[in-house]
């Protein structure tokens, strides 16, 4: 069964850190392009960063820019969402995906068909 499991979530002060971290199974990992979506209550999902199937390319939201990076362990068949210098506005839950198609690099939420169940992360002031 291909399933994308996140983890890493929580509270945190303004100007703290949290790693999400997103473990996928039933997929041949390494083909596909991962990214990180975040949806805060009575907003729409939105993109927040994307990295290629190998890990050359990567892509960021501008609200993330600089604070947030993403990476991927192809061994370990995991995701990682490294955040620094949140701000309250950061709360959301964060979900990983995947591609539909394999070894095509899209920030589209359109071109992910693959969801895990997401995490929680919450900024306080």
């Known amino acids: 069964q291909v399933q994308l499991v996140e983890s890493g979530g929580g509270l945190v002060q303004a100007g703290g850190s949290l790693r999400l971290s997103c473990a996928a199974s039933?997929?041949?990992?390494?083909?596909?392009?991962m990214g990180w979506f975040r949806q805060a209550p009575g907003k729409e999902r939105e993109f927040v960063a994307a990295?290629?199937?190998?890990?050359?390319?990567?892509a960021y939201a501008d609200s993330v820019k600089g604070r947030f990076t993403i990476s991927r362990d192809n061994a370990k068949n995991t995701l990682y969402l490294q955040m620094l210098s949140l701000k309250p506005e950061d709360t959301a839950v964060y979900y990983c995906?995947?591609?539909?198609?394999?070894?095509?690099?899209?920030?589209?939420?359109?071109?992910?068909?693959?969801w895990g169940q997401g995490t929680q992360v919450t900024v306080s002031s």
């Open positions: 995906a995947a591609t539909k198609e394999a070894m095509v690099f899209t920030v589209a939420r359109r071109d992910y068909d693959l």
């Open positions: 039933g997929r041949t990992f390494s083909r596909y392009t």
């Open positions: 990295i290629s199937w190998n890990g050359g390319g990567t």
